[in-house]
């Protein structure tokens, strides 16, 4: 069964960084997601991405963070300027979205660590 | 806007026994999906179950099914003959009938199944 692959699997960065995390969607999905998981909190709603550009956004993605689909398979969240409380678990999402009955598919999710 | 809540932090149940996960959610739409999504400690986000909103039968698959009341904005997940690979995180989550559109989750329950 497809997957939806994320890399790295654990990235630790310093304080003020830039960070470019990794995504690799299931290939015949149109939508394209980032949510993120501070450690034993709820999963929360980052970003939407469908035809190129942002589709949804929620009021945590604010302009520290940005995301792109540089080529045919590769989907990237990027962080600026990393903070302390970026430290969490990102999840990288898609769904085909070809009928509206299409469920979300997550990657493993790639831990973020801020120093 | 959307909200999801689900009051139980932690649940155990006995190996082969039956347990129930509760969740209420709260929206003015009236055309939505609801899910379930399983987190074991591995961290990856997997779904277990979803229920379309228009439709009055619960699902099922296999050991686990759902009591949908939509009058009361209830969804609760039963798991039956519980197994030991079931202790996981679990996530109740709300996604409105359109295409793209965010999955908002509740805090999780924390299963745990005893031998």
């Known amino acids: 069964e497809p997957e939806v692959t994320q890399t790295p699997s654990h990235q630790v960065t310093q304080m003020g960084q830039e960070v470019i995390l990794r995504c690799v969607p299931i290939s015949n999905h149109l939508y394209f997601y980032w949510y993120r998981q501070i450690l034993g909190q709820k999963v929360e709603f980052l970003v939407s991405?469908?035809?190129?550009?942002?589709?949804?956004k929620s009021e945590i993605f604010d302009d520290q963070f940005s995301v792109e689909r540089p080529d045919g398979s590769n989907f990237t969240l990027k962080i600026r300027s990393t903070k302390l409380e970026d430290s969490a678990m990102y999840f990288c999402?898609?769904?085909?979205?070809?009928?509206?009955?299409?469920?979300?598919?997550f990657g493993n999710g790639t831990r973020l660590t801020v120093t | 806007a959307q909200t999801v809540t689900q009051s139980q932090p932690e649940m155990s149940v006995q190996e082969a026994e039956t347990v129930t996960l509760s969740c209420t959610y709260d929206?003015?739409?009236?055309?939505?999906?609801l899910f379930w999504y399983k987190q074991p400690p591995s961290r990856q986000m997997i779904l277990v179950i979803r229920q379309e909103a228009y439709k009055q039968q619960n699902a099922t698959e296999n050991r686990f099914s759902v009591n949908f009341q939509k009058a009361a904005k209830s969804f609760s997940l039963k798991i039956s003959d519980s197994q030991l690979g079931d202790t996981a995180m679990y996530f109740c989550a709300f996604r409105l009938y359109t295409s793209g559109s965010r999955l908002t989750f509740g805090e999780g329950t924390q299963l745990t199944v005893n031998p």
């Open positions: 929206t003015s739409e009236n055309n939505y999906y």
């Open positions: 999402a898609s769904s085909e979205e070809a009928v509206y009955n299409s469920p979300l598919h």
């Open positions: 991405f469908y035809n190129n550009e942002i589709s949804e």
